[in-house]
T-cell receptor
Framework: AQTVTQSQPEMSVQEAETVTLSCTYD???????LFWYKQPPSRQMILVIR??????QNATENRFSVNFQKAAKSFSLKISDSQLGDAAMYFC???????????FGKGTRLHILP | EAGVAQSPRYKIIEKRQSVAFWCNPI?????LYWYQQILGQGPKLLIQ????????DSQLPKDRFSAERLKGVDSTLKIQPAKLEDSAVYLC???????????????FGEGSWLTVV
């Protein structure tokens, strides 16, 4: 069974600095999708970035980028120029190519220090 | 475009009582999901519908949980009788594709917070 592990329950970063959130996963599949979701206190899950496993190029979305290491089964999220609005829970998630079911990690709470 | 709507947002009940949550997905979205998110954990899929048929309910505790999606639009999740460990946020989500397709963007509602005392 696929699993997603986030080893950092909480992290803090100074405003305008860069922070990296870690994620590892386990799967026997060769094709799959990986996601980072943001969950603010309102609890609405918001898709931040998506990576397709067959693409070697790391995905980027404005200040958000990933470091996808397929062999190591690692998928970290880098947030550049951190802003107060980035404070939230961040969930790493996995979905294989057969269906839309998403498996989430336990999350990392990110604090932005002014 | 209106988002995924859920109600009620908050509910407090005593154990052994029943509760129902309602979800209205984004218009035209064929796939609807119910997730359970216990405090300190990531969301866990309870049930997935495609139109009004069940695609996956393998993690739904069927002795106490039930869900339906009549007419392939909105959905109701019911818990009866509730237990203390059912305290969680129940997230509804929807996606547009008519068939499972990897990487479909899934849109989440704000969730229904349940506290069982």
């Amino acid at each position: 069974a696929q699993t997603v592990t986030q080893s950092q329950p909480e992290m803090s970063v100074q405003e305008a600095e860069t922070v990296t959130l870690s994620c590892t996963y386990d799967t026997s599949e060769s094709d799959y999708y990986l996601f980072w979701y943001k969950q603010p206190p309102s609890r609405q899950m918001i898709l931040v970035i998506r990576q397709e496993a067959y693409k070697q190029q790391n995905a980027t979305e404005n200040r958000f980028s990933v470091n996808f290491q397929k062999a190591a089964k690692s998928f970290s999220l880098k947030i550049s120029d951190s802003q107060l609005g980035d404070a939230a829970m961040y969930f790493c998630a996995y979905s294989d190519i057969r269906d839309d079911k998403i498996i989430f990690g336990k999350g990392t709470r990110l604090h932005i220090l002014p | 475009e209106a988002g995924v709507a859920q109600s009620p947002r908050y509910k407090i009940i005593e154990k052994r009582q029943s509760v129902a949550f309602w979800c209205n997905p984004i218009s035209g979205h064929a796939t609807l999901y119910w997730y359970q998110q216990i405090l300190g954990q990531g969301p866990k899929l309870l049930i997935q519908f495609q139109n009004n048929g069940v695609v996956d309910d393998s993690q739904l505790p069927k002795d106490r949980f039930s869900a339906e999606r009549l007419k392939g639009v909105d959905s109701t999740l019911k818990i009866q009788p509730a237990k203390l460990e059912d305290s969680a946020v129940y997230l509804c989500a929807s996606s547009a594709m008519t068939a499972p397709s990897p990487g479909n963007t899934i849109y989440f509602g704000e969730g229904s917070w349940l506290t069982v005392v």
